[in-house]
């Protein structure tokens, strides 16, 4: 049996983040982008959803706001202490708006109210899916 102090030099390397940051280049390729359509290749399996409870769950978009620098950095909100999930932190995004033209402009509408950041200001990438 491996004694659990003990990491070999392989997966330090491949753990250790702050010696290597992704290019956008690779982001976009790990994401899948080029394919067809704005759905990207997502590995993330959701069990199923009763169909009373997605009848009565309202719509709701986040964008994963990267920011392109020399190392990119991946943007979280913290939520107020008095809301539902007070304290968590989360990804900018909320409930789709009766004006909002779909799921896209609703994350982007959203970013911009949390984090004041212009929809101009962003490169959209793509859908991770929809829940």
Request: aromatic share 6%; proline share 5%; net charge negative.
């Amino acid at each position: 049996m491996r004694n659990p102090d003990e990491v070999d030099a392989a997966a330090t390397q491949r753990l250790s983040w702050s010696e290597r940051a992704l290019t956008r280049a690779e982001i976009l390729l790990a994401l899948g982008k080029g394919q067809s359509g704005d759905e990207l290749v997502n590995p993330h399996f959701e069990s199923a959803v009763p169909s009373d409870v997605k009848a009565r769950a309202g719509r709701s978009s986040v964008a994963i706001v990267i920011l392109d620098e020399a190392q990119p950095t991946i943007v979280l909100t913290k939520r107020s202490a008095k809301i539902r999930f007070g304290g968590q932190f989360c990804f900018p995004g909320g409930r789709e708006a009766p004006g909002d033209d779909g799921l896209k402009q609703t994350a982007l509408r959203e970013t911009f109210e949390e984090i004041n950041v212009l929809p101009s200001a962003l490169t959209y990438i793509g859908c991770l899916g929809t829940y």
